[in-house]
Structure formats: structure tokens, C-alpha cells
């Protein structure tokens, strides 16, 4: 699949699983979850939610053939159309948005994300700091993927950059997730930039992460299953309050 393909796709909020079942089902015209899975990387329990979330964006359509369902999608130009019709529906609400936003340059702004892609750019933002990152963190379940995700893509990427993490962890068995790759991490910090103290759970209760990066933005990021979202407030004042609360509860763990 060529860089072109891709990178289109994406910019219609398309995920990788859903650029692959797509284009797949371009090529094939119309096959049920079993084809789709061996045509793609795509483990066979994980084409049923990609295909449904296409159904739900009105890409894909279902068919029931005499042998079971078969799905199929809108053509490309199809496609074109759909997105063109919501951005006009967007450039005929500005001017309403644009009242409401008063002084905008007094108010925090915050971006949501969802989805594991979504929050796959949230960590690729802090790839950006200039200073240390704060993180509270605790792990209960966390979704395979995203794991996977941040012990071989965006750990490796923080190292390379030089951006240390300062953390504050919730001691639980599940934490041992972190750093997947690195065995015996809580010993290796130094080459992992990184700087963890823990804390016993039953004193800091905490299922998600809660990171601070310079010079004022707070990342929330929901890794458990069934959550699966995040956001970015850029807000000094929320910065400031909260880097004061890590660097409190950090000196009272020495």
C-alpha cells in the first residue's frame, strides 16, 4: 500500500485496521470477517469491531449471502463526497462557533482524543517537551495494543529525543507492564531516562495516567479497556498547580 493511500485515509480519521480493511475490501468487492483476516494483518476477533465501526461511519455495508454476512464498501469517490458534505456543514456553523469563543486567548485550550490512535498522538506530543515529564501513573488492565505501542515505539522515541520522565507510581503487580522490553527496568532507569518512585496502592489509588510537560500542558490519558480515550488541557495555571502537587508528593516519598 503506498505512503499516498495511507496518509489520505488518515486524514479522514480512517485507524490502520480500518485503512486495511478497507482498501481490502476495495480490492475484493465484497468477503465476510474470515477473508478480510487473511488478507490482512488483522487477527480474525479484531476484523468485527473495525468492520462494525465502518458500518456506524456509513464506509461499509453489511450483505447476508445463503454462506453468512459479507460486507462491502462505498467507493472512493463516495467517499470524497461524504466528507466534503461535512466540512460545508462545518464552514456554515463557524460563524456561530466563532460567538462563541469570547475572548479565547483567556481560556484553556483542550483537545479529546479517542481510540488507540487518538491517544497515540497524545504521547507523541509529549515527544515535544523541553523539560522533564511528570507522570502520575497507575495500570490495571491496559489495552494490548497501547502497551505494545509504548514498549516498542514510544518509549524507544523518548530515549532517542533525551526526554526524561520524572514518575510517581501506584505500586501495584500490573505496573510491571511498563517497559516490557527492558528487563529488570526499576534498575536500569539511567539508560531509560527515567526516575520512578513508588507508592504503596492502597495510599494512591490511581488507574490511568496523568502527565505533566513543559511549558503548560496536562495529558489524561484512560488506557483501560472500555475507556479508551484522552485529552490535553493547555493551561499554565493547571500546569503550575499540579507540578506543585507532583513535586510535593514526590519529597514525601525520599
Known amino acids: 500500500m503506498t505512503t499516498l493511500i495511507q496518509q489520505s485515509l488518515k486524514s479522514f480519521w480512517f485507524s ?11 480490492k475484493l468487492t465484497s468477503a465476510p470477517v474470515s477473508t478480510l483476516a487473511r488478507h490482512t494483518w488483522i487477527k480474525r476477533v479484531s476484523v468485527y469491531p473495525v468492520v462494525e465501526w465502518l458500518i456506524k461511519k456509513w464506509v461499509a455495508k453489511e450483505h447476508v449471502n445463503h454462506d ?15 466528507q466534503q458534505k461535512k466540512v460545508d456543514k462545518l464552514h456554515e456553523a463557524v460563524p456561530l462557533l466563532v460567538q462563541m469563543m469570547g475572548n479565547f486567548s483567556n481560556k484553556p485550550l483542550l483537545q479529546y482524543y479517542e481510540w488507540i490512535d487518538g491517544i497515540k498522538k497524545i504521547y507523541e506530543d509529549m515527544l515535544t ?5 511528570r507522570a502520575f501513573l497507575g495500570i490495571k488492565d491496559m489495552n494490548q495494543e497501547l502497551n505494545e505501542y509504548l514498549n516498542e515505539v514510544h518509549i524507544p522515541a523518548r530515549i532517542k529525543n533525551k526526554v526524561r520522565a520524572r514518575v510517581l507510581l501506584a505500586n501495584t503487580p500490573s505496573h510491571k507492564q511498563l517497559y516490557g522490553a527492558h528487563h529488570d527496568w526499576p534498575n536500569n532507569q ?7 518512585k513508588s507508592i504503596a496502592h492502597d495510599s494512591f489509588v490511581l488507574w490511568n495516567e ?21 485529552f490535553i488541557i493547555e493551561s499554565k495555571t493547571l500546569y503550575e498547580s499540579l507540578r506543585s502537587l507532583f513535586d510535593l508528593a514526590r519529597s514525601a516519598t525520599n
Request: aromatic share 10%.
Open 16 to 26: 490502520e485496521k480500518e485503512i486495511a480493511v478497507y482498501t481490502t475490501l476495495l
Open 68 to 82: 453468512g454476512k459479507y460486507f462491502s464498501v462505498i467507493a472512493p469517490q463516495e467517499l470524497c463526497k461524504k
Open 129 to 133: 517537551s523541553q523539560e522533564d515529564i
Open 190 to 196: 539511567k539508560e531509560l531516562y527515567t526516575e520512578s
Open 210 to 230: 496523568i502527565d505533566l510537560y513543559g511549558p503548560d500542558k496536562v495529558a489524561v490519558v484512560l488506557y483501560n479497556q472500555g475507556e479508551l480515550s484522552g
